[in-house]
């Protein structure tokens, strides 16, 4: 009987059939309420969330596969799995519609100043708040990936001009979706609203600081649906009180939860939301099925799909495994 730890919160709430899954398959789950290495020399696998992996943690566990329930691999330390020969797997496109509807949802939010209507209101006046129709703006998408293309089909439907910039994306493929590849100077300085979709990296680690904050227009918006250290938060509450852009749409921190004396539930002009871009049924159980199906094909001899760290495919071969 092998042992899964499930370390994440939504895996098999909505759904039994990902948890069916493993249990006919022979998988005894686990779900302590946090990770230490007593807890992970426990176990078999392990269905990971949104929380730490260190590479310690790693070479003191008994971890064959870590199935990461999401895309991003910022939270594992893939350089350690790598040289253990751990897979780490994601699931990627299965949130790509969520996240990409979350980011026109905070688009709109920020435009016709949603939060602001609903506080006058919620004091009982009755004053409309005056905002902008995005029809005719410009939305400058950094990162062009899965969910960058799928926020761009939907910002075009709505009359809005896409700029796009992604130096491993090829400026034809960004032009066949009806979206203008430019530099991300170019892109700073002509967005009207600029939406972030890019992996956590040390590249990526605080690209939009002071300096590229000032870039933008100042009647311009910032949102951030990937990851939180991408925006030096200093830097944006800084702009934001200052007045360098007009609003900003967060999804995701440079520290999860949220403390409580973070300097931006004070900022002016920025709505939050709890890293809720993959929250939708849908994302969740595409999320849930894939993982516990790269659990399930690992122990039966196959090599599971969407293999992070490709280095351990060649080991897995070379061991005997199967492509899936």
């Known amino acids: 009987m092998k042992t899964v730890i499930v370390a994440t919160r939504t895996f098999g709430k909505y759904s039994e059939e990902p948890v069916k899954l493993l249990e006919k398959n022979g998988f005894t789950l686990l779900r302590p ?6 807890i992970l020399k426990r176990a078999d696998a392990i269905i990971l969330g949104t929380g730490k992996l260190s590479g310690e943690m790693i070479r003191h566990s008994s971890i064959k596969i870590i199935a990461r329930h999401g895309v991003g691999v910022d939270n594992v330390d893939l350089k350690t799995a790598t040289e253990l020969g751990i897979p780490v797997t994601i699931t990627p496109n299965a949130n790509t519609v969520s996240v990409a509807e ?7 939010a920020l435009s016709r100043r949603l939060i602001d209507s609903y506080r006058e209101i919620s004091e009982k006046k009755f004053s409309p708040v005056t905002g ?41 493929i960004i032009e066949r979706h009806s979206v203008e590849a430019v530099d991300l100077e170019t892109l700073l300085k002509n967005s009207d609203f600029v939406s972030l979709h890019v992996p956590l990296t040390q590249s990526t680690k605080h ?25 030096d938060e200093r830097a944006l509450v800084e702009a934001l009180k200052e007045g360098y852009i007009s609003g900003a749409a967060l999804d995701a921190f440079e520290q999860e939860p949220l403390p409580e004396d973070s300097i931006l539930y004070d900022c002016p002009n920025l709505v939050l939301t709890p890293h809720a871009g993959a929250h939708t049924y849908e994302a969740i159980y595409k999320m849930n ?14 090599i599971p799909l969407h293999v992070a760290n490709e280095k351990v495919v060649e080991k897995l071969l070379e061991m005997g495994f199967l492509r899936g």
Not at 160 to 166: F, N, S
């Open 289 to 302: 099925m894939m993982s516990a199906q790269a659990v399930v094909d690992f122990f039966d001899g196959k």
């Open 207 to 231: 690209m939009i600081g002071k300096e590229q904050l000032k870039m933008m227009k100042k009647s311009a918006f910032l949102i951030n649906t990937s990851r939180g250290g991408i925006v």
């Open 102 to 108: 979350l980011t026109i949802a905070l688009i709109l």
């Open 33 to 38: 309420e946090y990770l230490d290495e007593n």
């Open 132 to 172: 902008i129709e995005i029809f005719g703006k410009t939305l400058g998408i950094i990162g062009f990936g899965a969910i960058g293309r799928e926020t761009s089909k939907r910002a075009i439907c709505l009359g809005m001009k896409v700029l796009a910039c992604d130096p491993y994306v090829e400026k034809n």
